[in-house]
């Protein structure tokens, strides 16, 4: 007859959390099989306390990991699903509790991050799109909280404010070659090409080219 226990050596067991008759360490999926195929009395008792336990430590794992640092549903799921043991099941189980209880909110994540990096520093609309696409933020709860966060500081605003403290430190472009070093930059920091293209143009007027 089948049955299951909880391991309490963990140096022994690893990641394995339940054994069955033949005295071999054995994962969480094996076990449950092996239960429900051969069905002792205590079967469904072993399982729910499995679940539990298994849930519980997963609950523990992703605050953990959200403590690190604030994290979406999907890198949050991800890391979870890596470690041995654990499965989809758990994971979701765990995810929609954290939900429940306001931890896990990628609506406010992408908006909280996006309105912190410009407030750091000037960054266009292109850069944070991609930066909350790294983050696996979903690409419509992306939008929804970039068109809030340049409601409030609008794009041309902050690229004004970026080629300020650009000059601040290097003073304007006398020259072409400068001139392609600002439009670059402001490339990298995100702004619409358009956008550059038209700023740098205006300061072009203040030198000649000496080519």
């Known amino acids: ?23 071999r360490f054995i994962d969480y999926e094996h076990a449950i099989h092996a239960l429900i195929l051969y069905q002792p009395p205590s079967a469904l008792i072993c399982v729910n306390l499995i679940v539990t336990d298994l849930r519980r430590k997963t ?26 043991g654990t499965t989809e099941a758990v994971v979701e189980a765990v995810i929609a509790r954290l939900r429940e209880y306001g931890y896990l909110n990628d609506e406010r994540l992408a908006f909280s991050y996006a309105s912190y990096k410009v407030k750091q520093k000037p960054l266009g609309r292109r850069r944070l799109e991609r930066d909350l696409k790294f983050k696996k933020i979903d690409s419509g709860v992306a939008n929804e909280a970039l068109e809030m966060v340049f409601a409030e500081t609008p794009e041309e605003q902050l690229i004004d404010q970026a080629i300020a403290k650009r000059i601040r430190i290097r003073g304007k472009p006398k020259n ?19 956008l550059v293209s038209n700023k740098v143009r205006s300061l072009a007027t203040d030198y000649t080219d000496e080519d």
């Open 59 to 84: 609950f523990e794992r992703a605050i953990k990991l959200l403590a690190a640092k604030p994290r979406s549903v999907t890198e949050l799921r991800e890391r979870l699903l890596q470690r041995k």
């Open 176 to 194: 072409r070659a400068e001139a392609k070093s600002l439009f670059e930059h402001l490339l990298r920091r995100g702004f619409e090409f358009e």
């Open 1 to 23: 007859m089948a049955y299951a226990t909880f391991v309490q050596d963990v140096t022994r067991a690893g990641n394995y959390i339940v054994r069955c008759d033949t005295g």
